[in-house]
């Protein structure tokens, strides 16, 4: 076996890779030289920069689209937290009004529990001390 001096290859396998013939019927595309046919190169070009042109103008669209609607939600969101604002309130001002009321009717119970109380004190100071008497008795405020 033969030896290249320079990497030490073999050079046997070298002639067995030079007998080999390649085949007739296949072709080699040979340098700057292509598949298409100068028409279909114009054709794929125009093809696909009308179509990045399309789908340019369609993301734009959608991007507009987007915004109107997101737009539209703020809008939506902001309305409706306004009306449970003022619900709330309505409802808040309803409960302070009935629990001053009920804080109020409160009040004059106990002021009128009071005024018995003191009118039975009263009453039971001005027997111990004085005989009963009909004017005595007609006293009430």
């Not at 309305?79 to 629990?99: A, F, P, S, W, Y």
Request: overall charge neutral.
């Amino acid at each position: 076996m033969e030896c290249c001096p320079q990497c030490s290859a073999d050079l046997e396998c070298f002639e067995l890779l030079d007998n080999l013939q390649a085949p007739e019927n296949t072709v080699y595309p040979q340098k700057g030289d292509s598949a298409l046919s100068p028409e279909n190169k114009w054709f794929m070009l125009i093809s696909s920069s009308v179509l990045l042109l399309a789908l340019i103008a369609a993301s734009s669209y959608l991007h507009r689209r987007m915004d109107i609607l997101a737009t539209r939600l703020n809008e939506i969101e902001s309305v409706l937290r306004d009306r449970k604002l003022t619900q709330n309130t309505t409802i808040m001002e309803r409960q302070m009004e009935k629990r001053e009321e009920k804080d109020f009717q409160n009040r004059i119970d106990d002021l009128d529990k009071r005024r018995t109380a003191a009118w039975r004190r009263i009453k039971a100071a001005l027997a111990a001390y004085a005989p009963p008497t009909f004017d005595n008795l007609r006293i009430r405020p």
